[in-house]
């Protein structure tokens, strides 16, 4: 397919039809679904699989779906990426011509970016306008992105329109790159079209399942077995299922993400319109970060950005006033609440101008990050309190660590990576792990200087002390 080069906006085309054309009807209709929406039950939400039928039908679902999005993050790129229900062709339509024109505004296409995409994938990606300008598919996710995020996004929108797996496997390695927790994923799809209620609600679970697995194998499987029960009037087990099995594709080797089911509804539960014979099924699943499990404390771009401006904040505020500069925790993710250990480290022109910190998280990360950044700055013992011409030339680092892990043999600490923490009696001293990194010590110097310099116990206090080590997420 040709590209088309003419500059244009991308207009409405079912407005009215599967959502409100009016903006006050719009939002009173976003508002309406989200109140009812199954709250959030994840955490560092990487993707979502959402529903794209009449707000009617499928809204309360996909509703439920965009409710695990954390509001609070800022995207760099939102990927919206639908299935082609108008035209067939090969490979994967970018939307790289103009902006989307909704009845809430108008949506930002990162079009520099898309024309990157296709430049770089000629054989996979095509700029072509034509897939998009009559699919529901995409357009339909819009409102609920800008319901939850507001202006502070930009989209990228691809149409697949390929039916060979191995294409998508393709765009999946194009876009792996980019599945990171700085962008979001939305993948649009319906499950079950056309079975009578019952049989909706078995054969969209059998289809559910096999994508929980993180399997794309298991999925095309499970398609292929669903076909072959030759359940009465199904056309298909997944309207989307390219757009899902390029998501697959994408994930399936990450052991650091988890696909869990947040909310199922078909047609036939639709009020007022819903029919329980030939019905249209709707899961949501969000694909999410696993729950830490192994010390490793992970936080997102934008939020360690948050923690830095809180830092430097704190800093200007008891230099030039004395005091702390008010915080609202409604202000900030899930993340940035949790209890944590952190250290905040101020430097002066690369050299070293205070480091304050607290091992054990009793307080909100960003509670904790504003309490160290007021405190190094005038408390640290070691330096004069930071003045108010200082200001301009301070370097903020933050060290965020992981929950204490008691060793029994420094065999277990590695240099670079664990920090440690020795105690013995009333007496104690930590090195973050950055030090041994910084200072090029080997192990025997990493653990004396701790020893003697930190805790006070002598070189060798370290053998009869305990230890505790930690990892430590930094940025400057």
């Not at 696993?290 to 936080?299: E, G, H, I, M, R």
């Not at 277990?412 to 910084?438: R, Y």
């Amino acid at each position: 397919m040709k590209s088309t080069s003419e500059p244009f906006d991308r207009k409405p085309a079912v407005a009215g039809m599967f959502y409100p054309a009016e903006p006050d009807k719009l939002q009173q209709a976003l508002e309406r679904l989200f109140a009812d929406a199954l709250p959030r039950q994840c955490s560092n939400v990487r993707a979502i699989i959402c529903p794209h039928a009449g707000y009617v039908f499928s809204g309360g679902v996909a509703a439920s779906a965009f409710n695990q999005i954390d509001r609070n993050i800022i995207y760099k790129r939102v990927f919206i990426i639908a299935s082609s229900h108008q035209v067939s062709f090969e490979g994967a339509a970018i939307y790289c011509a103009g902006d989307f024109l909704m009845p809430h505004g108008r949506v930002k296409v990162d079009k520099t970016f898309g024309k990157m995409l296709v430049g770089g994938n000629p054989d996979v990606f095509t700029s072509d306008s034509g897939p998009h300008l009559n699919e529901h598919s995409l357009e339909v996710q819009l409102p609920f992105l800008n319901y939850v995020l507001k202006k502070n996004y930009c989209i990228v929108p691809i149409v697949i329109g390929t039916s060979d797996p191995e294409v998508c496997k393709m765009i999946a390695l194009a876009l792996k790159p980019y599945f990171t927790p700085e962008n979001l994923f939305v993948i649009s799809s319906d499950f079950s079209h056309y079975p009578d209620y019952e049989d909706a609600q078995r054969v969209d679970t059998i289809t559910k399942e096999a994508i929980l697995t993180n399997n794309p194998e298991n999925l095309l499987s499970t398609l292929e077995c669903n076909a072959g029960k030759h359940i009465l009037h199904l056309a298909t087990s997944l309207c989307g299922w390219t757009s899902v099995l390029t998501l697959l594709y994408i994930t399936h080797d990450m052991d650091s993400v988890e696909y869990s089911a947040i909310d199922y509804k078909n047609s036939g539960d639709a009020e007022y319109y819903g029919e329980k014979r030939k019905v249209v099924g709707y899961w949501g699943i969000a694909v999410s970060e696993k729950k830490n499990t192994n010390s490793d404390f992970q936080l997102s771009g934008s939020e360690k950005k948050t923690l830095l401006k809180i830092a430097r904040e704190s800093v200007q505020s008891v230099v030039l006033h004395r005091k702390k500069n008010k915080l609202n925790p409604d202000d900030y993710s899930h993340a940035l609440k949790t209890k944590c250990g952190a250290f905040v480290t101020l430097y002066k022109n690369g050299e070293l101008r205070g480091c304050l910190g607290r091992l054990k998280g009793d307080l909100p990360l960003y509670k904790i990050i504003q309490d160290m950044a007021t405190s190094v700055s005038i408390f640290d013992y070691r330096f004069p309190p930071v003045e108010q011409e200082e200001l301009p030339d301070i370097e903020i680092e933050i060290s965020v660590l992981s929950p204490l892990k008691k060793i029994n043999s420094v065999s277990e600490i590695e240099l670079g990576k664990h920090g440690v923490f020795m105690e013995k009696g009333e007496h104690s001293g930590v090195f973050l792990p950055q030090v041994a990194s910084e200072t090029g010590w080997s192990m025997d110097e990493f653990l004396g200087h701790c020893s003697r310099d930190k805790a006070g116990i002598g070189w060798d206090g370290w053998e009869t002390a305990e230890i505790y080590i930690f990892t430590a997420t930094v940025f400057s």
